[in-house]
């Protein structure tokens, strides 16, 4: 295998990718679950109006994303267990290119499942527009790049598939119901609400729930990116140091206060959003919007 870093994580995302299309499991999880939970939020949901399409399209294109942070994680775990990875050493490769490949393999396997949940809510279930498929797209990429760096931590700080799996429950169970990606952000009480803002999850959701009803602004559009793109950033980074090839290298307990580190910049941001921004404000205003057409107008970017 070349030595070039771009050759290596090529190389080995090409190899990610034929494994995980040979797997009939990933196939239903990633393809036919996700529509299974789409047409199911519909019917229970939407009370027969088609407004209410998009927005239970943005929550299942979340779903869809943070999939990476389990799949990843436990599929890294079993392939160190396995002793995969200790091949992979053999070639002259670094954490990074391993790491990396993980990330855009599982991006590449992403995109066909958006593309269509997408489509079958605009052909089969009627959707009315589009949304803002510019912001969905953007959101999508880097919210994909990010929740997988976040399962790559918990793949390099545990030891074992069992705690791999009870971390992956707890820290799961808040993206899935803390941040409105399967029950609406704006029917918790207002506390919630607020904690809500120091969580990864809130960020995608909130932003491809208002960019599929084409409620979001350029700025709140950027300011979800840079949180993402922060957090994906430092998650792969401290993946990458804490990466192991060998399952008999073990990490004590304390390594584990690395992974609290790829939350600093939604701490920052949650303050921010808690002190002096409106993002309640407006996913308040656009749940009201949907539930009521008379809804005043949304609070300005403008503080």
């Known amino acids: 295998m070349a030595s070039n870093p771009i050759t290596n994580t090529w190389t080995l995302t090409k190899i990610r990718v ?69 091949r992979f050493r053999l070639a002259p490769l670094g954490a990074g290119p391993m790491l990396a490949s993980s990330i855009v393999a599982n991006y590449l396997l992403v995109v066909p499942s958006v593309i269509i949940e997408i489509l079958a809510c605009k052909w089969a279930l009627h959707m009315p527009g589009w949304g803002n498929l510019w912001a969905v797209f953007l959101l999508i990429t880097v919210g994909s790049a990010a929740f997988s760096a976040f399962g790559l931590i918990v793949a390099s700080v545990t030891n074992t598939m069992q705690e791999t799996q009870v971390i992956n429950q707890l820290i799961w169970t808040g993206f899935l119901f803390l941040s409105g990606a399967s029950v609406p952000l704006a029917i918790f009480p207002h506390w919630i609400q607020r904690a809500a803002l120091f969580m990864p999850a809130t960020y995608l959701a909130n932003g491809l729930e208002a960019a599929t009803t084409n409620a979001s602004t350029p700025t709140e559009v950027l300011t979800d990116f840079v949180a993402l793109t922060l957090g994906l950033l430092v998650a792969f980074e401290i993946s990458r140091r804490l990466f192991r090839w060998e399952p008999e290298a073990k990490f004590p307990n304390s390594a584990k206060l690395w992974a ?44």
Do not use: C
């Open 18 to 86: 034929r494994l995980a299309m040979r797997n009939r499991t990933f196939l239903f999880f990633s393809l036919i679950m996700p529509l299974g939970f789409l047409f199911f939020f519909v019917l229970v949901f939407s009370k027969g109006s088609t407004g209410w399409i998009a927005y239970i399209l943005g929550a299942v294109l979340t779903l869809t994303v943070m999939g990476s942070f389990w799949g990843l994680s436990v599929q890294l775990v079993m392939f160190r267990e396995a002793g995969i990875l200790r």
């Open 260 to 303: 609290l580190a790829a939350l600093v910049p939604f701490v920052v941001f949650g303050i921010y959003e808690n002190v002096a921004g409106n993002r309640l404000e407006r996913i308040q205003h656009n749940f009201r919007s949907l539930s009521n057409r008379e809804a005043p107008p949304p609070p300005s970017d403008v503080h």
